[in-house]
């Protein structure tokens, strides 16, 4: 038997110990300006990341060996599980996750104490003594109540095996994606609390700020957009959004930190609106703790609901207590000395980052509101109530409809004073194409329309011409553009992408449940779908059943697909693979059912008219903000005393050219 | 300035939600037909598919209605806890035998026993629906009136019947009394 | 996997419990076209019990079938979707809806977006009617 998990095991109490030591000597040090306990931060960041990272290598290792005398692996392993799954696995459960986590923070960690020379002294340490606590509390919680390398005594002989659900390449990334999005908002809380500890807030700590918060945005984006292509073919639906509590929870933090990054830009260049970007990086930061809370204590009926346990939801309500209520209570005691006193008219970017604002807190409150709701009615002793899907679409359309259609003025008006009427002239074509093609545009097409589609439709377009046209138009003049300009343009398009593949995906797609057996062709949406077989197989740990359909329109073949059904040995469940044959303009799906004797099968059968929309409008809007972050403002200096030049030689192109938010 | 509290606020008070939140189980769905009489039904008995069951053969003295099938695991699991009761004569104990073909409950029932007065044959499913049930085995404790007292979810044992069916059946029997 | 606790992935676990499993429609409920969509969607926002994340629609549960079987019934004999709500609230409770009606217990929830919509709307004009009185030409620290 290897002494590796024990190692493992002490590698962790010392990473808590040098959690410890960063989250208290730079604080301390901070506050009594004594440099030689500050400097204690940068070491003991990058030594508790060293032994995290043991740590979590000794897990690695321990699920690539099969070693099941450790009861977390036993329980989520197998040794037929294919090895790529097997490392996948370590994340594929509470413990290992927490584990994850853990390491996801030290990285952060590591990277704010190499990145952070051209900060002051004082504000790193104290940046980096908040990470450090955080690290203490999550570190706490493994030990405590997810210790992953407690042992199974007598081993067992071979595992459980992963849940089936996560055997898929997409859930090998999407949960580190999606961490590494949640826990770099972690850093935005720190720089948050930093300033309100120091009481310098001050547009130069919105430039350090700001590239954090977006770079955790862009993972947080693509994680999110990967569980959601995951759900689409996996769970056999064919749906691509369920507004599931635990979706929800990544969803509420990504609303957060989509308005934090905008209302830093007016922080940023104008020193406005201060303690309310304050408020908002304590509030994406939160929220994201606020869903691990919900995903992992049991509290809700999720889908991907982890195993849950009351106590460690007791033990992450404390620390959220602790966390969260701290900050804001620092935020109610420094918030009010923070108000400046610059203004701006009432057309002028300004305002229209602050409507941004408005709307998508409106919108993030809204789904909390939904999501709490059924436990707030049973706290009240009336009962259990559902909110579903249907009534998240309902109410989450009505702040973001308007919010699409501002994104095109918006982000062409300028700081200071309004230029509302020129901006609508200059604009005037592409409105007015807009408008065409959403009204006229789906009848044409689907030979329908309605009024709250062709909104969607317009509104799509509008972002997309207005994002494509101020760029083209710099081009043409010969005129350069910022990074951080062609990165915002860059993400708008893509919202505008995401809004018209959602829009027409759920005005027009079609859905239909066949019964289908060899020699009897069904009709959906104009395709032809035959059975040409069924065949049975075995995968590496499941056997499967698969059926060979023909699509066909108009008598010319479109394409084969392969929907299959599995039955995972070790655990006796099925899982549903769809056939899918996609399409930029199209999907044409194909879910296999339940037998319904005499060899028929049930089919569920769909045609989703530019679902891949979906995916791609987040990837671009993903790669929008990658662009803006490498935009040369951000670029630090190293060298010892540059902070001071780029701080000078960037205030005046930030200030000048319309480059922000 | 009170505004800046507001956040704090709103933050402890979901926190309480929370804590409630945390004592409640999410799966647990609370029966609306507490305290109502009992649905009306007529159905086949089990037995004999000549003879019936019906609704107000329960009224009279409390009694329990416990919904059960031969295919359900957990059926199984409560199956000599129930004979226990029958044995003892704790209660009248009627069956509603929820969608199970007739041959496979009898079996079931002379393999393990019968601890029931008479079971109804609910092979639809529509008399269940009536009695809110989504899952078997559910037990229903129902007073001389006809009236639901209590419903339990999951199988019965000696302990959840001293918690939770115990103490409401003594009442029952000593209001019958008074 | 016991039968009665509704989890997360219990429509594929039901499968092992010996319940023959049922399957989702396959066949038009209705001939006419207004009623069958009109079917389509009340069967997808009812919430199925066993299985506690999916609708009737979606879900190959025993008891979904029989739901969409009562429904389908009800329907024919000229119920109102208003009836339908009452059938099932007053057999499962609130819980079987996902899409709750308007009532006491759900005031809040469908006035949400209104009240937030209003608070938004006034704290905006309150900032910005504030900001346009000051100088435009200087900059916070």
């Keep these: 038997m290897s002494i590796l998990p024990e190692l493992g095991q002490i590698a962790l109490l010392i990473a808590l110990a040098l959690a410890a030591l960063q989250g208290v000597l730079p604080l301390v040090g901070a506050h009594r300006g004594d440099p030689a306990m500050m400097s204690f931060a940068r070491p003991a960041a990058l030594a508790q990341f060293g032994f995290v990272l043991i740590a979590f290598l000794i897990l690695v290792n321990a699920f690539v060996s099969n070693d099941f005398s450790l009861q977390y692996v036993a329980n989520n392993s197998n040794s037929q599980l294919p090895v790529q799954f097997r490392v996948a696995a370590v994340w594929g459960a509470h413990e290992g996750s927490m584990l994850l986590w853990i390491l996801i923070l030290t990285v952060w960690t590591s990277a704010v104490a190499l990145r952070s020379h051209s900060l002051p002294l004082e504000m790193a340490s104290r940046v980096l003594g908040v990470l450090g606590l955080l690290s203490v509390g999550t570190l706490l919680f493994t030990l405590f109540t997810s210790n992953p390398f407690l042992r199974l005594q007598p081993a067992a002989r071979d595992g459980a095996d992963l849940n089936p659900l996560l055997q898929d390449p997409a859930l090998i990334i999407h949960p580190p994606m999606l961490y590494v999005g949640y826990v770099g908002l972690s850093v935005a809380f720190a720089f948050a609390i930093a300033a309100m500890l120091s009481g310098q807030l001050d547009r130069q700590w919105a430039r350090w700020t700001r590239p954090w918060v977006t770079a955790a945005w862009v993972f947080l984006t693509l994680g999110i957009s990967l569980g959601s292509w995951w759900a689409y073919y996996e769970l056999g639906w064919g749906g691509w959004w369920f507004w599931d509590p635990v979706e929800n929870a990544s969803f509420m933090p990504w609303l957060a930190a989509t308005a934090l990054f905008h209302s830093l830009a007016v922080t940023e260049t104008r020193g406005l609106f201060k303690s309310w970007t304050l408020l908002l990086a304590i509030m994406a930061f939160s929220l994201s703790l606020l869903g691990t809370f919900l995903v992992r204590s049991g509290i809700l009926v999720s889908v991907h609901a982890f195993a849950s346990d009351p106590a460690r939801g007791y033990f992450i309500l404390v620390f959220l207590l602790l966390v969260i209520g701290v900050a804001l209570a620092l935020y109610a005691w420094r918030a009010p000395s923070l108000d400046t006193q610059a203004g701006f008219q009432a057309t002028s970017r300004e305002t229209f980052l602050l409507l941004n604002n408005v709307l998508l807190v409106i919108a993030a409150s809204l789904i909390l509101i939904g999501t709490l709701y059924p436990l707030f009615v049973e706290a009240l002793g009336m009962g259990k109530v559902s909110v579903g899907k249907e009534v998240f679409e309902l109410v989450f359309i009505i702040p973001m409809l308007p919010l699409l259609l501002l994104i095109g003025i918006g982000m062409h008006s300028s700081w200071r004073t309004g230029n509302l009427a020129s901006v609508l002239r200059d604009y005037r074509w592409l409105i007015a194409a807009s408008l065409l093609v959403g009204v006229v545009g789906p009848l044409l097409v689907f030979g329908s329309n309605s009024v709250l589609t062709a909104c969607g439709i317009v509104a799509a377009l509008w972002v997309m011409l207005a994002s494509a046209g101020a760029p083209l138009k710099l081009v043409r003049q010969g005129k350069p553009m910022t990074r951080a300009a062609a990165g915002m343009h860059l993400a708008h398009f893509g919202v505008g992408l995401f809004a018209l593949g959602a829009t027409v995906v759920s005005s027009f797609g079609i859905e239909a449940d066949r019964s289908i057996a060899a020699g009897k062709p069904v009709t959906a949406a104009g395709y032809t779908f035959e059975l040409k077989s069924l065949e049975e197989g075995q995968g590496p740990n499941y056997a499967f059943l698969q059926g060979v359909i023909e699509v066909t329109r108009d008598g010319e073949p479109v394409a084969t697909l392969f929907p299959q059904k599995r039955r995972y040995r070790q655990q006796e469940s099925l899982m549903t693979e769809a056939g899918i044959d996609g399409r930029i303009s199209r999907d044409v799906f194909v879910a296999l059912g339940d037998a319904l004797g005499n060899d028929a099968w049930s089919v569920r059968l769909q045609y989703k008219p530019l679902i891949r929309l979906i995916w791609l409008g987040t990837i671009v809007m993903a790669l929008g903000g990658l662009l803006a972050m490498s935009d040369r403002r951000y670029r630090v200096h190293v060298k010892a005393g540059a902070a001071k030049r780029t701080e000078e030689a960037a205030v005046v192109p930030a200030v000048t050219v319309t480059d922000s938010a | ?178 | 996997m016991s039968g009665w606790r509704g989890g997360c992935m219990v429509w594929l676990a039901l499968l092992l419990v010996a319940l023959p499993a049922a399957a989702i429609d396959t066949e038009r409920a209705f001939e006419d076209d207004a009623m069958q969509a009109r079917y389509q969607k009340l069967i997808a926002e009812v919430r199925c019990l066993t299985c506690q994340n999916q609708s009737i629609k979606d879900s190959n549960a025993p008891l979904a079938n029989d739901l969409r079987a009562v429904i389908r019934d009800m329907m024919r004999d000229g119920a109102s979707n208003d009836e339908i709500y009452t059938f099932l609230q007053e057999r499962y409770g609130d819980f079987a809806l996902y899409k709750p009606p308007f009532s006491a217990k759900t005031a809040l929830l469908w006035l949400s977006p209104v009240i937030l919509m209003l608070i938004g709307g006034f704290a905006l004009f309150r900032t910005v009617a504030a900001r346009s009185q000051l100088d435009i030409g200087v900059d916070g620290e």
Excluded at chain 2, 49 to 65: A, F, H, I
Excluded at chain 2, 66 to 92: A, P
């Design chain 2, 1 to 178: 300035m009170v505004r800046f509290i507001v956040p704090l606020g709103i933050f402890l008070a979901l926190t309480g939600l929370f804590v409630v939140g945390l004592k409640n189980d999410p799966t647990y769905i609370p029966s609306p037909l507490l305290a109502q009489p009992l649905p009306s039904f007529t159905l086949a008995s089990l037995a004999d598919p000549n003879e019936q069951v019906k609704s107000t053969d329960l009224g009279g003295r409390p009694t329990l209605l416990n919904v059960w099938g031969s295919w359900c695991y957990n059926c199984r699991v409560e199956h000599d806890f129930l004979m226990q009761l029958t044995r003892n004569g704790v209660i009248d104990i009627y069956g509603l035998n929820w969608k199970d073909p007739r041959a496979d409950a009898q079996a079931w029932l002379a393999r393990y026993g019968d601890p029931y007065v008479a079971s109804g044959h609910d092979e639809e499913g529509r008399v269940a629906i009536d009695f809110g049930v989504y899952g078997a085995p559910e037990t229903f404790l129902i007073d001389g009136d006809g009236t639901i007292v209590y419903k339990h979810i999951g199988p019965l044992s000696a302990d959840i019947w001293a918690n939770d069916f115990a103490p409401r059946l003594a009442q029952l029997t000593t209001e019958a009394v008074q």
